[in-house]
């Protein structure tokens, strides 16, 4: 059975860091793509970034409002993805999820909540 847990999600101010972190189980996380997907609050649930088997910085892809202030990572050993969001914006709150598969929503996880106050 795939389970994704997301976590490291918060109250944090404009401006700020956290790390958002995934542990998956139940498949060998090192043959997916793995993704980031959010939900602000009203919305539908939108794609924010993906990464590669391998982890590798050049396979990765981003969607452009978050360009430049979010870097997704993995480690396939820990089995864990990783989103570290910089220079948060309120814009940015939301659930957030991670996804199997490449620009993918599903299957996701139960998310961690994102608040970003002004």
């Known amino acids: 059975e795939v389970q994704l847990v997301e976590s490291g999600g918060g109250v944090v101010q404009s401006g700020g860091s956290l790390r958002l972190s995934c542990v998956a189980s139940g498949f060998m996380l090192e043959v997916f793509d793995m993704s980031w997907v959010r939900q602000a609050p009203g919305k539908d649930v939108a794609w924010v970034a993906s990464i590669g088997k391998s982890g590798s910085p050049r396979a990765t892809e981003l969607t452009n409002s978050v360009k430049g202030r979010f870097t997704v990572s993995r480690d396939n050993a820990k089995g864990t993805l990783y989103l570290q969001v910089q220079g948060i914006k309120t814009e940015d709150t939301g659930m957030y999820y991670c996804?199997?598969?490449?620009?993918?929503?599903?299957?996701r996880g139960q998310g961690t909540q994102v608040t970003v106050s002004s």
């Open positions: 996804a199997k598969g490449w620009r993918s929503c599903r299957p």
